[in-house]
């Protein structure tokens, strides 16, 4: 891969200071003092009133440095910056931070002059943080380019702040609590550079292994959110998002619309990231200490050890209010607990070793814990009582600790007595807290980053390949009632949709007078329903629009006539087209359920699982999650509500189906994937019970949507992409399949490397490689469709797929460009099958906007520079090493 784009900002080796000043408090003399007292490289103060500047040269302007320049930092006043910002694309520099301050946040010429700021940059392809921002750390490469006083220590924390008063608190902070960082970022008002272009340097960073982002909003979600499953891919992610309290909006035409807010999708957006979210700083803090122990949970369950009951109890409540789940301790576990523990001991966890523990007592039953398979990870607390040995204990602790996988916190209560024992913990590397309850917050975020990642692994697909839906017909149906100015399907065509994607509806029929409705109702057979026919109302019950269980003709009519009336004393400005009519469903063992979709401004599409009837919003037992959906994930947003306990075995109710419900989940996701055009939706109630699941009533709001450039544009996940599958034969009559990678494609991609010889493996990887390490696995099986592709070539052999092949690309930074890569496995090769792989990896490369695909090739595999010679690649030799070849070809 070529350098990132970005390393000449985090990594600069030449630094020019706008604004490097001598006056006091000024922020150009403590950012240039910061830099003198840091920085390894050559420094450029630029200030044309000062000859020197802090005992350095000062230079007028960038002509009288005459050498190149990586990094400009600007302090100016705003009126200025843009300026100088063309003054640096014009001299070759590619990279700047603007801490000056006077832009959007100070109105409409602050405004204009961040436009200015950005065209220029654009113009010269020069990237820069800000404006408003304090500026970035490197520790370990000695880079302080900050606006705070002080430094901090090296680390593999990284952290993203779009605050930067909340930056100085963390890096005060982390001076005190012994935790280090790889980066500092602060973002200011992010004019250019964002949280996407911040994590896709960071995920590639040897010197971060984790990464904390504080957010106060995010301006392009597509990008924030590949950047993100990039990230959590490689790294664990812990993000504190602010602004939780927006109300919902007071315009719904949905139950949906109206009882989701903003957070509750930006939750949901986080979960399948991967990534953790905290909502204090607090939060932040405790994850911090916990992520740069570089301590991974491999499951969930929690074993506590404490010298006091007391602590032990706070602790067993904070993890049930966290849903952790306790460990029950296995019988060979108990056995050997029965030789060190009390002899009061409850055969139990928590663990009460009592206030007599010695430091021996401690260490024994920690190992005896740390073999136990029923445990996940374990927290020690300590009470400073009479004969507690604290830094034994610590000692103890930490020596066992440090050799073990699985997560170990301890939490040392009180201050002077447990002090000396507790620096002992930090520094052996331990996470260390003060109260039962923040331990079990820090554990709770390696536990939530487990659950996260098993969430980011699924790739579902848009729609059902074995049983597809209608589709065209639905966008028939919903484009048909634009053209007739309405955004309001009626009840009918809303189950038409709903019926096209296979969902069952309760039959529904419009009628226009009180013949037709006694007419319908003995059709469809007593007794009915009566229900409005308004495009304008959304609520029918608020408007006093439904009759129920009408049973016999008179009832009838005089309902008809009897719901005209209260609609039109109620609504007297709603249209009203009719009545539909509709079997009065007897379902005893039925239950009520919510299921919609709700179009979030910058996630997309969104749907809400929940209970149903007529009290959801009162009543706000919903989940969130962002399509596209699999069976795992419907579960997963099922068993989040209170309802889903109602759902099995209750009292004298059987338990539902439960597959119907998760199949009228995939359909949803299936009409979130395929119909941009819906904005809202509704199915309330839909009734499950243990014969399936029918849609009582349902609702579709719709609008136009500006044409997409890609498949799938409106939504942030990008489902598997399977239209891209395609097969065909071999002159020898063996059929091949093309298709993109996938997750659950790992052993056949090991397989595939593994059985590489040497000269391929060392083609592909330019390097001697024996097999691809799990990160490695990971990393190429679990793509983002939306910045890279990956296509595999397989065969069956007995009745098992087989990997023959994989190519793929990976976009650059720039967005225009992409890097790719190909292998066929040996005993495949001269057979065409590389060629028809890259081929559609360049189709796709085009499709996605991407203008040039580039590679390197060694020199001496010819028949590689062979074949992309003939599909019309430029090839050259790299300028730095003969060996390889550069290849080049424009998609345009």
């Known amino acids: 891969m070529p350098q990132h784009f970005l390393r000449d900002l985090f990594e600069p080796q030449s630094i020019a200071v706008f604004g490097a000043s001598e006056r006091p408090n000024a922020v150009g003399t403590l950012i240039f003092q910061n830099l003198l007292n840091s920085f390894h490289g050559k420094l450029y103060p630029i200030n044309p009133k000062h000859d020197s500047i802090q005992g350095q040269l000062a230079f007028p302007n960038l002509e009288t440095v005459d050498t190149a320049i990586d990094l400009a930092i600007i302090v100016t006043p705003a009126p200025v910056v843009p300026n100088i910002i063309e003054q640096c694309g014009e001299y070759?520099?590619?990279?700047?931070?603007?801490?000056?301050?006077?832009?959007?946040?100070?109105?409409?010429?602050?405004?204009?002059?961040?436009?200015?700021?950005?065209?220029?940059?654009?113009?010269?392809?020069?990237?820069?943080?800000?404006?408003?921002?304090?500026?970035?750390?490197?520790?370990?490469?000695?880079?302080?380019?900050?606006?705070?006083?002080?430094?901090?220590?090296?680390?593999?924390?990284?952290?993203?702040?779009?605050?930067?008063?909340?930056?100085?608190?963390?890096?005060?902070?982390?001076?005190?609590?012994?935790?280090?960082?790889?980066?500092?970022?602060?973002?200011?008002?992010?004019?250019?550079?964002?949280?996407?272009?911040?994590?896709?340097?960071?995920?590639?960073?040897?010197?971060?292994?984790?990464?904390?982002?504080?957010?106060?909003?995010?301006?392009?979600?597509r990008s924030f959110m590949s950047g993100l499953r990039a990230a959590a891919r490689a790294k664990p992610v812990?993000?504190?998002?602010?602004?939780?309290?927006?109300?919902?909006?007071?315009?719904?035409?949905?139950?949906?619309?109206?009882?989701?807010?903003?957070?509750?999708?930006?939750?949901?957006?986080?979960?399948?990231?991967?990534?953790?979210?905290?909502?204090?700083?607090?939060?932040?803090?405790?994850?911090?200490?916990?992520?740069?122990?570089?301590?991974?949970?491999?499951?969930?369950?929690?074993?506590?050890?404490?010298?006091?009951?007391?602590?032990?109890?706070?602790?067993?409540?904070?993890?049930?209010?966290?849903?952790?789940?306790?460990?029950?301790?296995?019988?060979?576990?108990?056995?050997?607990?029965?030789?060190?523990?009390?002899?009061?001991?409850?055969?139990?966890?928590?663990?009460?070793?009592?206030?007599?523990?010695?430091p021996e007592r401690y260490a024994q039953i920690l190992e005896i814990c740390l073999k136990d398979k029923n445990i996940d990870g374990i927290i020690i607390i300590l009470t400073p009582q009479a004969t507690t040995d604290s830094f034994g204990i610590a000692t103890e602790t930490a020596k066992i600790a440090m050799t073990q996988k699985k997560p170990v916190l301890a939490c040392w209560m009180g201050q002077i007595q447990v002090n000396e024992g507790r620096n002992i913990l930090h520094n052996a590397g331990i996470p260390t807290y003060h109260t039962p309850e923040t331990a079990v917050e820090a554990y709770a975020f390696l536990v939530a980053h487990y659950r996260n990642q098993n969430l980011l692994l699924h790739t579902p697909g848009a729609i059902s390949r074995s049983n597809p839906p209608d589709a065209e017909g639905a966008r028939l149906i919903i484009e048909s009632a634009l053209s007739e100015g309405r955004n309001v399907l009626s009840e009918a065509e809303s189950k038409a949709v709903l019926g096209a994607f296979q969902i069952r509806t309760a039959q529904a029929v419009v009628v226009h007078s009180p013949t037709e409705a006694l007419v319908q109702a003995e059709i469809i057979g007593m007794p009915v329903a009566l229900k409005i026919n308004s495009p304008d109302i959304s609520h029918k019950r608020d408007a006093g629009g439904v009759r129920l269980?009408?049973?016999?003709?008179?009832?009838?009519?005089?309902?008809?006539?009897?719901?005209?009336?209260?609609?039109?004393?109620?609504?007297?400005?709603?249209?009203?087209?009719?009545?539909?009519?509709?079997?009065?469903?007897?379902?005893?063992?039925?239950?009520?359920?919510?299921?919609?979709?709700?179009?979030?401004?910058?996630?997309?599409?969104?749907?809400?699982?929940?209970?149903?009837?007529?009290?959801?919003?009162?009543?706000?037992?919903?989940?969130?999650?962002?399509?596209?959906?699999?069976?795992?994930?419907?579960?997963?947003?099922?068993?989040?509500?209170?309802?889903?306990?109602?759902?099995?075995?209750?009292?004298?109710?059987?338990?539902?189906?439960?597959?119907?419900?998760?199949?009228?989940?995939?359909?949803?996701?299936?009409?979130?994937?395929?119909?941009?055009?819906?904005?809202?939706?509704?199915?309330?109630?839909?009734?499950?019970?243990?014969?399936?699941?029918?849609?009582?009533?349902?609702?579709?709001?719709?609008?136009?949507?500006?044409?997409?450039?890609?498949?799938?544009?409106?939504?942030?996940?990008?489902?598997?992409?399977?239209?891209?599958?395609?097969?065909?034969?071999?002159?020898?009559?063996t059929n091949v399949t093309i298709r993109p990678i996938s997750p659950e494609d790992a052993k056949i991609e090991y397989d595939c490397v593994h059985n590489l010889s040497e000269r391929s493996k060392y083609f592909r990887f330019m390097q001697s490689l024996d097999d691809l390490t799990p990160l490695m696995l990971a990393r190429f099986t679990q793509i983002d469709y939306d910045r890279e592709m990956a296509l595999i070539a397989t065969v069956f052999k007995n009745g098992v797929e087989t990997e023959i092949g994989v190519t793929r690309y990976i976009t650059n930074p720039d967005g225009k460009s992409c890097e790719m890569a190909i292998v066929v496995t040996d005993a495949w090769q001269g057979k065409g099958i590389g060629q028809r792989m890259l081929e559609r990896l360049m189709g796709q490369a085009r499709e996605h906007g991407l203008e040039i695909m580039e590679g390197e090739v060694l020199a001496d595999n010819h028949d590689m520079l062979k074949m992309v010679e003939k599909l019309g690649f430029t090839i050259s030799t790299d300028t730095d090493d003969i060996s390889i070849k550069h290849i080049y070809k424009s998609l345009r």
Not at 169 to 193: K, M, Y
Request: hydrophobic letters at 45%.
């Open 92 to 221: 070759g520099i590619k990279n700047a931070i603007i801490l000056s301050t006077g832009f959007r946040e100070s109105g409409a010429q602050g405004i204009r002059l961040e436009r200015m700021l950005i065209e220029n940059a654009r113009r010269y392809n020069l990237r820069f943080i800000g404006p408003n921002c304090l500026g970035i750390m490197r520790p370990s490469l000695g880079l302080n380019a900050i606006f705070s006083r002080g430094n901090a220590t090296p680390g593999k924390l990284a952290i993203v702040s779009q605050s930067g008063a909340i930056c100085t608190a963390i890096l005060d902070w982390a001076a005190a609590n012994h935790v280090g960082f790889s980066c500092v970022i602060s973002t200011g008002i992010a004019a250019d550079l964002d949280f996407g272009d911040f994590l896709d340097y960071l995920v590639n960073d040897p010197k971060t292994s984790s990464i904390l982002l504080y957010i106060e909003s995010v301006h392009n979600a």
């Open 238 to 358: 812990i993000i504190i998002k602010v602004g939780r309290r927006v109300t919902t909006s007071k315009t719904a035409l949905s139950h949906t619309k109206a009882i989701v807010n903003a957070d509750d999708v930006f939750d949901a957006a986080l979960s399948r990231a991967g990534v953790v979210r905290g909502l204090s700083l607090s939060n932040l803090f405790s994850a911090a200490t916990a992520l740069t122990a570089g301590f991974h949970a491999n499951g969930e369950r929690l074993a506590i050890i404490t010298n006091g009951s007391g602590p032990g109890i706070m602790a067993t409540d904070r993890a049930f209010d966290l849903n952790i789940p306790l460990a029950e301790l296995s019988n060979s576990c108990i056995e050997q607990l029965k030789t060190v523990m009390p002899s009061t001991w409850s055969y139990s966890n928590p663990l009460d070793i009592i206030g007599d523990a010695t």
């Open 549 to 733: 269980d009408l049973s016999n003709a008179q009832a009838v009519r005089s309902a008809y006539l009897d719901l005209i009336d209260t609609v039109r004393r109620n609504r007297p400005n709603a249209r009203i087209d009719g009545i539909t009519v509709e079997p009065m469903l007897r379902r005893p063992n039925g239950r009520e359920l919510l299921i919609g979709i709700t179009t979030d401004p910058l996630f997309g599409p969104v749907i809400v699982f929940g209970a149903g009837g007529t009290a959801v919003e009162i009543l706000a037992d919903y989940a969130v999650t962002l399509p596209p959906l699999n069976c795992d994930l419907a579960r997963e947003v099922i068993n989040r509500t209170r309802i889903s306990k109602a759902l099995g075995q209750f009292r004298h109710l059987p338990p539902i189906n439960q597959n119907a419900l998760e199949q009228v989940l995939l359909r949803v996701s299936e009409i979130a994937c395929e119909l941009p055009l819906v904005k809202e939706l509704d199915i309330n109630p839909l009734i499950v019970d243990e014969e399936g699941a029918i849609a009582v009533d349902a609702r579709i709001v719709v609008d136009f949507t500006p044409p997409l450039q890609r498949h799938y544009d409106h939504m942030a996940i990008h489902p598997y992409p399977h239209y891209l599958l395609t097969c065909w034969q071999l002159p020898d009559g």
